[in-house]
């Protein structure tokens, strides 16, 4: 099979910043929301999420976009509101890669307005959980291929359990069958998060990884726990994902994106 | 001086063409009407979709017409991109039969299920035997990937004088790139295919 | 305006992010520090350092100004590892005395090579004052000059590997140590450079071209990555703790001003820039309400020198002063008082400040009900 597995950076995009974020409860900033984009277009990504995570899913940015809230002369940073086709306009206007946007998407007409405005594919999660319909319709207006299903799970005693608004209810259904049945309602990927993991940086969680494999015929992402390229290996060699994706790590050295992506390549790994 | 004209249609995905066209930098137009083709030294036709939907857009609108004078008669140069590389030959089909532009001879079919492959074709994948054709001249042997989003494809076959092809393999071979005197079409997505796509654009705006 | 519960920062300060319980991320960041194993963060350090050993040049590059802290980066690399390092020293023109004694003093204490780089005056009289127009900050040009330095030198003289001190992630826990965040030119571009490069200064200059400024241009990614440049902080790899730098620069001459500093209670730091702790400090009090003493206070906690109470009474006493350097600046650029606070009162972050009867006033921690 020549498609190529992708490695897929995330930014979480939380009240003005891109945060890193541990266990979908403490959040740090890493910076400007818009400046990261136009830095990956160098760096030859294979494709980007960006999640928008904030508080009631505000969008706030500066007026001066140079100038980020946290590092901003103080008379700069006046939170203003901007609306989130403006914003998906601008994030994408220097993207060349495929580009996936979620957080908050609850209707039909802000899903078109996303997909028109450079988006290539949307996320949907916790809208997506409690109104099922929702995620055919969006496959029918856009094809299945531009709907990806995100899924936040949490470990508890030995069975894995979905959460929903940004982790915080939990829903009391296991993963796999939600897996499943947002593909039978045709989902075109599924994104999976790890919210043990997240942040741990002590490798993802190969079982869980493993069994919404097994469920699923359609392109899994796997995201939560990387530190590494021996993660990304082992849970490539083990579980089979289609994607591995990850938020925190790429925020810590120079060029850290191409680094670990030269390094799997050497290890024979199917990627570009 | 070189004018790079982008049509505009309701099934293209204008806007990410845009966006790379407008990083690189070169004199471009937004084409909603087919009269704005007459000033144009390069057309570029992207899309999405269906082929269906895009040529009975495209008739609509009268495009049809000025790109047969554009491009055949003025000998422009010319880039169809997916859906606008698919209906450069005779025929597609999805939902029915659609006749393309028809100029080049072949047609747009689904891939063969039973090679037991995910539909649609969503990724990056490599582009072979491609150096020939001149807007791929550039890309390195150390990549050679682009991203692919269709499930529709042109079967492939063999080169002949005036018309060369780049192919790709996915549970079967198919045409990923075209070149036939001044026209250009590729079925994937250039303005999505990072630094190799820059690259072809660039090159294709350039000619 | 909220305060964490452990140390003294408020909820604006600059790349902080609170928890539920309202215990900022340094704070937190800080108490995952017990968990390291610093013998074995050491010997990490110490096997990075030799990778980059050399026969014919430089082991590496430290970017030094003269302080504790660049008597303690190079008392490790040079006495303990027995490496051969090129000091590099961006002058901004601000050293007091003392710091310039103890920057000779240190370099001749151990005896290294010392590239000393001073850029001409009137373009930094000019970044002075644009810096302090755009940004808010007069010391701009020594964020610019300090983050881009070493790296042109590291491109020119091929010396691939920087070892910086702590980083900024140890105060406001941005990071977590174990992350080992290395130099990003993100951080530089967003953080060090306030969004703001060398061209947006240029565009609104008459008085300096291109040619004036270049030790602010950073090298191209080809070069940098032609070189290898890399760029490490030994605070990931030592417990770093200020006072105990200060103990051991003390060994090597280093020695501290008579006259103790106006806005803050530590006397041994930031001698290399007469600003740091004045004008420049005194900037970041205007537009967040908050100064170095917060900063100094904080450290002091964590390290469990003082006790939040005492913590409190010392940024009481100090974070509101207004600097006497103020009066130096002014006269240094040629700027009037009256324009210096019309500047610098439109940089006030109105999270923070009311303005009310002809004054501006805001929340104050000391006010605060008793919370710990």
Same mark, same amino acid.
């Given at each position: 099979?020549?498609?190529?597995?992708?490695?897929?950076?995330?930014?979480?995009?939380?009240?003005?910043?891109?945060?890193?974020?541990?266990?979908?409860?403490?959040?740090?900033?890493?910076?400007?929301?818009?400046?990261?984009?136009?830095?990956?277009?160098?760096?030859?990504?294979?494709?980007?999420?960006?999640?928008?995570?904030?508080?009631?899913?505000?969008?706030?940015?500066?007026?001066?976009?140079?100038?980020?809230?946290?590092?901003?002369?103080?008379?700069?940073?006046?939170?203003?509101?901007?609306?989130?086709?403006?914003?998906?306009?601008?994030?994408?206007?220097?993207?060349?890669?495929?580009?996936?946007?979620?957080?908050?998407?609850?209707?039909?007409?802000?899903?078109?307005?996303?997909?028109?405005?450079?988006?290539?594919?949307?996320?949907?999660?916790?809208?997506?959980?409690?109104?099922?319909?929702?995620?055919?319709?969006?496959?029918?207006?856009?094809?299945?291929?531009?709907?990806?299903?995100?899924?936040?799970?949490?470990?508890?005693?030995?069975?894995?359990?979905?959460?929903?608004?940004?982790?915080?209810?939990?829903?009391?259904?296991?993963?796999?069958?939600?897996?499943?049945?947002?593909?039978?309602?045709?989902?075109?990927?599924?994104?999976?998060?790890?919210?043990?993991?997240?942040?741990?940086?002590?490798?993802?969680?190969?079982?869980?990884?493993?069994?919404?494999?097994?469920?699923?015929?359609?392109?899994?992402?796997?995201?939560?726990?990387?530190?590494?390229?021996?993660?990304?290996?082992?849970?490539?060699?083990?579980?089979?994902?289609?994607?591995?994706?990850?938020?925190?790590?790429?925020?810590?050295?120079?060029?850290?994106?191409?680094?670990?992506?030269?390094?799997?390549?050497?290890?024979?790994?199917?990627?570009? | 001086?070189?004018?790079?004209?982008?049509?505009?249609?309701?099934?293209?995905?204008?806007?990410?063409?845009?966006?790379?066209?407008?990083?690189?930098?070169?004199?471009?137009?937004?084409?909603?009407?087919?009269?704005?083709?007459?000033?144009?030294?390069?057309?570029?036709?992207?899309?999405?979709?269906?082929?269906?939907?895009?040529?009975?857009?495209?008739?609509?609108?009268?495009?049809?017409?000025?790109?047969?004078?554009?491009?055949?008669?003025?000998?422009?140069?010319?880039?169809?991109?997916?859906?606008?590389?698919?209906?450069?030959?005779?025929?597609?089909?999805?939902?029915?039969?659609?006749?393309?532009?028809?100029?080049?001879?072949?047609?747009?079919?689904?891939?063969?299920?039973?090679?037991?492959?995910?539909?649609?074709?969503?990724?990056?994948?490599?582009?072979?035997?491609?150096?020939?054709?001149?807007?791929?001249?550039?890309?390195?042997?150390?990549?050679?990937?682009?991203?692919?989003?269709?499930?529709?494809?042109?079967?492939?076959?063999?080169?002949?004088?005036?018309?060369?092809?780049?192919?790709?393999?996915?549970?079967?071979?198919?045409?990923?790139?075209?070149?036939?005197?001044?026209?250009?079409?590729?079925?994937?997505?250039?303005?999505?295919?990072?630094?190799?796509?820059?690259?072809?654009?660039?090159?294709?705006?350039?000619? | 305006?909220?305060?964490?519960?452990?140390?003294?920062?408020?909820?604006?300060?600059?790349?902080?992010?609170?928890? +539920?319980?309202?215990?900022?991320?340094?704070?937190?960041?800080?108490? +995952?520090?017990? /968990?390291?194993?610093?013998?074995? +963060?050491?010997?990490?350090?110490?096997?990075?350092?030799?990778?980059?050993?050399?026969?014919?040049?430089?082991?590496?590059?430290?970017?030094?100004?003269?302080?504790?802290?660049?008597?303690?980066?190079?008392?490790?690399?040079?006495?303990?590892?027995?490496?051969?390092?090129?000091?590099?020293?961006?002058?901004?023109?601000?050293?007091?005395?003392?710091?310039?004694?103890?920057?000779?003093?240190?370099?001749?204490?151990?005896?290294?090579?010392?590239?000393?780089?001073?850029?001409?005056?009137?373009?930094?009289?000019?970044?002075?004052?644009?810096?302090?127009?755009?940004?808010?900050?007069?010391?701009?040009?020594?964020?610019?000059?300090?983050?881009?330095?070493?790296?042109?030198?590291?491109?020119?003289?091929?010396?691939?590997?920087?070892?910086?001190?702590?980083?900024?992630?140890?105060?406001?826990?941005?990071?977590?140590?174990?992350?080992?965040?290395?130099?990003?030119?993100?951080?530089?571009?967003?953080?060090?450079?306030?969004?703001?490069?060398?061209?947006?200064?240029?565009? /609104?200059?008459?008085?300096?071209?291109?040619?004036?400024?270049?030790?602010?241009?950073?090298?191209?990614?080809?070069?940098?990555?032609?070189?290898?440049?890399?760029?490490?902080?030994?605070?990931?790899?030592?417990?770093?703790?200020?006072?105990?730098?200060?103990?051991?620069?003390?060994?090597?001459?280093?020695?501290?001003?008579?006259?103790?500093?106006?806005?803050?209670?530590?006397?041994?730091?930031?001698?290399?820039?007469?600003?740091?702790?004045?004008?420049?400090?005194?900037?970041?009090?205007?537009?967040?309400?908050?100064?170095?003493?917060?900063?100094?206070?904080?450290?002091?906690?964590?390290?469990?020198?003082?006790?939040?109470?005492?913590?409190?009474?010392?940024?009481?006493?100090?974070?509101?002063?207004?600097?006497?350097?103020?009066?130096?600046?002014?006269?240094?650029?040629?700027?009037?008082?009256?324009?210096?606070?019309?500047?610098?009162?439109?940089?006030?972050?109105?999270?923070?400040?009311?303005?009310?009867?002809?004054?501006?006033?805001?929340?104050?921690?000391?006010?605060? /009900?008793?919370?710990?």
């Amino acid at each position: 099979m020549s498609l190529k597995i992708r490695l897929i950076p995330v930014l979480l995009y939380k009240d003005g910043f891109i945060v890193k974020s541990q266990k979908f409860n403490f959040y740090q900033t890493v910076g400007n929301p818009f400046e990261q984009v136009q830095r990956y277009n160098k760096w030859n990504l294979d494709e980007l999420i960006y999640l928008n995570i904030s508080n009631n899913k505000i969008i706030f940015s500066t007026d001066n976009n140079k100038i980020t809230g946290s590092t901003s002369s103080g008379k700069k940073y006046i939170p203003k509101k901007i609306d989130v086709i403006n914003f998906v306009k601008k994030l994408s206007s220097k993207c060349f890669m495929p580009l996936t946007y979620g957080g908050g998407i609850n209707n039909i007409n802000t899903a078109r307005q996303i997909l028109k405005n450079g988006a290539d594919k949307i996320s949907i999660n916790s809208y997506a959980f409690k109104n099922k319909k929702f995620i055919s319709e969006c496959a029918r207006y856009f094809g299945s291929q531009s709907i990806i299903v995100s899924i936040d799970c949490k470990k508890i005693n030995k069975d894995y359990y979905v959460y929903i608004n940004d982790g915080k209810t939990n829903t009391n259904v296991k993963v796999c069958d939600w897996a499943a049945e947002a593909e039978r309602m045709g989902a075109g990927e599924i994104l999976l998060n790890s919210i043990d993991k997240d942040g741990a940086m002590s490798g993802f969680d190969i079982r869980l990884c493993q069994m919404v494999r097994k469920v699923l015929k359609i392109p899994l992402i796997v995201c939560g726990g990387a530190a590494n390229s021996d993660d990304f290996e082992y849970v490539i060699k083990k579980s089979n994902p289609h994607s591995v994706a990850a938020a925190n790590i790429f925020q810590f050295k120079e060029n850290s994106y191409q680094v670990i992506k030269k390094e799997l390549k050497k290890r024979k790994l199917n990627f570009r | 001086m070189s004018l790079i004209g982008i049509i505009d249609h309701k099934f293209g995905n204008t806007k990410s063409v845009l966006n790379l066209i407008n990083y690189l930098n070169v004199n471009y137009k937004l084409c909603k009407s087919y009269k704005d083709l007459n000033d144009c030294s390069h057309i570029i036709l992207p899309g999405i979709g269906s082929f269906n939907e895009t040529m009975t857009n495209l008739d609509k609108l009268h495009f049809i017409d000025s790109l047969e004078q554009n491009v055949i008669e003025k000998k422009k140069f010319f880039l169809g991109i997916c859906v606008g590389f698919q209906i450069l030959f005779s025929k597609g089909l999805e939902f029915g039969e659609t006749k393309g532009l028809n100029w080049i001879e072949g047609i747009c079919e689904k891939f063969n299920s039973k090679k037991k492959i995910i539909l649609p074709h969503c990724g990056w994948n490599k582009i072979i035997s491609y150096k020939k054709i001149e807007i791929l001249k550039n890309i390195s042997s150390t990549d050679e990937y682009f991203y692919f989003l269709h499930s529709y494809m042109i079967k492939f076959f063999d080169d002949s004088t005036d018309i060369k092809f780049a192919y790709t393999k996915y549970g079967q071979k198919f045409i990923s790139a075209v070149e036939k005197n001044n026209i250009f079409g590729v079925q994937f997505h250039p303005e999505k295919s990072q630094q190799n796509g820059i690259s072809v654009l660039k090159a294709f705006c350039s000619l | 305006m909220k305060w964490c519960k452990k140390c003294v920062y408020p909820e604006v300060a600059v790349d902080f992010t609170f928890n +539920e319980e309202g215990i900022c991320s340094g704070c937190l960041a800080k108490s +995952e520090t017990k /968990k390291i194993n610093w013998d074995l +963060e050491f010997k990490n350090f110490k096997e990075i350092l030799y990778k980059y050993k050399s026969k014919n040049n430089y082991d590496c590059i430290i970017p030094v100004s003269g302080g504790k802290d660049s008597y303690f980066q190079t008392y490790i690399v040079k006495k303990k590892l027995g490496l051969n390092p090129l000091l590099v020293t961006y002058n901004g023109h601000n050293y007091l005395d003392i710091g310039l004694k103890n920057l000779k003093n240190m370099r001749e204490a151990f005896g290294c090579d010392h590239y000393f780089f001073t850029p001409s005056l009137n373009a930094i009289k000019e970044l002075n004052i644009l810096g302090f127009k755009l940004t808010g900050d007069p010391n701009w040009h020594a964020h610019a000059g300090i983050s881009t330095l070493p790296f042109i030198i590291s491109v020119k003289f091929k010396i691939p590997l920087i070892i910086w001190g702590e980083h900024a992630s140890d105060l406001n826990g941005k990071n977590f140590l174990s992350e080992k965040i290395e130099w990003t030119k993100r951080e530089r571009d967003e953080k060090d450079l306030r969004g703001f490069d060398i061209n947006d200064f240029l565009k /609104k200059s008459k008085k300096i071209k291109k040619t004036d400024l270049l030790s602010f241009y950073y090298p191209t990614d080809e070069e940098i990555n032609s070189v290898g440049t890399r760029g490490i902080f030994l605070g990931n790899y030592v417990k770093w703790d200020g006072n105990y730098n200060y103990q051991i620069a003390k060994k090597f001459g280093f020695k501290v001003p008579k006259k103790k500093f106006q806005r803050t209670y530590r006397i041994f730091s930031n001698l290399d820039d007469r600003y740091e702790n004045g004008l420049h400090d005194y900037m970041k009090f205007v537009k967040y309400g908050y100064g170095r003493t917060t900063d100094h206070a904080s450290r002091d906690i964590r390290l469990g020198k003082i006790n939040r109470k005492t913590a409190i009474k010392l940024v009481k006493k100090y974070d509101s002063v207004i600097p006497d350097d103020l009066y130096y600046w002014l006269k240094y650029v040629g700027m009037s008082e009256k324009e210096f606070w019309r500047i610098a009162n439109s940089y006030r972050d109105k999270r923070v400040w009311r303005f009310k009867s002809g004054v501006w006033t805001k929340d104050n921690i000391w006010d605060q /009900k008793k919370s710990l």
